[in-house]
Nanobody, 117 residues
Framework: QVQLVESGGGLVQPGGSLRLSCTASMSFFRINVMAWYRQAPGKGRELLARISAGETTNTVNSEKGRFTISRDDAKNTLYLDMSSLKPEDTAVYFC???????????WGQGTQVTVAS
């Protein structure tokens, strides 16, 4: 099992930037894929970006250029750097992990991001 703890959310003005962090209780060397999702009020959870153990990244087309996913294996921490934030980016942001050899999906508790002036 792995526990995921997100941090870094908060209130930011439109056009601003924010860095989200997700720290795992398990060594990243045991985790195959990690990702960031978000869920806006009244909407389903949507994938934003994912990163594999080989650091291959995939970011959904609509967010390329604004959102960047990265991982620090030495710190067991996943990051999401967000820029040019818009009010429609307001959502709860979740960290996801898929460890090697484990069929379960693991989620963090989520961190709220609110973009408003």
């Amino acid at each position: 099992q792995v526990q995921l703890v997100e941090s870094g959310g908060g209130l930011v003005q439109p056009g601003g930037s924010l860095r989200l962090s997700c720290t795992a209780s398990m060594s990243f060397f045991r985790i195959n894929v990690m990702a960031w999702y978000r869920q806006a009020p009244g909407k389903g959870r949507e994938l934003l970006a994912r990163i594999s153990a080989g650091e291959t990244t995939n970011t959904v087309n609509s967010e390329k250029g604004r959102f960047t996913i990265s991982r620090d294996d030495a710190k067991n921490t996943l990051y999401l750097d967000m820029s040019s934030l818009k009010p429609e980016d307001t959502a709860v942001y979740f960290c996801y992990a898929s460890p090697y050899g484990d069929p379960k999906d693991y989620w963090g508790q989520g961190t709220q991001v609110t973009v408003a002036s």
